[in-house]
């Protein structure tokens, strides 16, 4: 009924840059809060950053000053750009929406299938 499918991960180099995206579709009411976070193996999902339907942000302390989230709205897509990349942001990038869908009542939170975004030394 829902997918959120991401977009934009990949190979890169220490200092590069790479932009993902992420479309939510289906049976969609409205879209609260959407987001990004990743995860490492042997290690628990962390949140990388947040955006609310009015735009207001929240980054994780590591990413603040080289991430940037942003959406749009009318395509239910949420966009991550990600600036000066680390090996340490090596990771699965996974996206994540707070969504109503028509005929419901309740927010639910909704995940993406992830993409692999690797950073070469």
């Known amino acids: 009924q829902v997918q959120l499918v991401e977009s934009g991960g990949g190979l890169v180099q220490a200092g590069e840059s790479l932009r993902l995206s992420c479309a939510a579709s289906?049976?969609?009411?409205?879209?609260?809060?959407m987001g990004w976070y990743r995860q490492t193996p042997g290690k628990q999902r962390e949140l990388v950053a947040t955006?609310?339907?009015?735009?207001?942000?929240n980054y994780a302390d590591s990413v603040k000053g080289r991430f940037t989230i942003s959406r749009d709205n009318a395509k239910n897509t949420v966009y991550l750009q990600m600036n000066s990349l680390k090996p340490e942001d090596k990771a699965v990038y996974y996206c994540?929406?707070?969504?109503?869908?028509?005929?419901?009542?309740?927010?639910?939170?909704?995940w993406g299938q992830g993409t692999q975004v690797t950073v070469s030394s």
């Open positions: 289906g049976n969609i009411f409205s879209v609260n809060v």
């Open positions: 955006i609310t339907s009015i735009s207001t942000t």
């Open positions: 994540n929406a707070n969504m109503r869908l028509i005929g419901g009542i309740y927010y639910g939170t909704y």
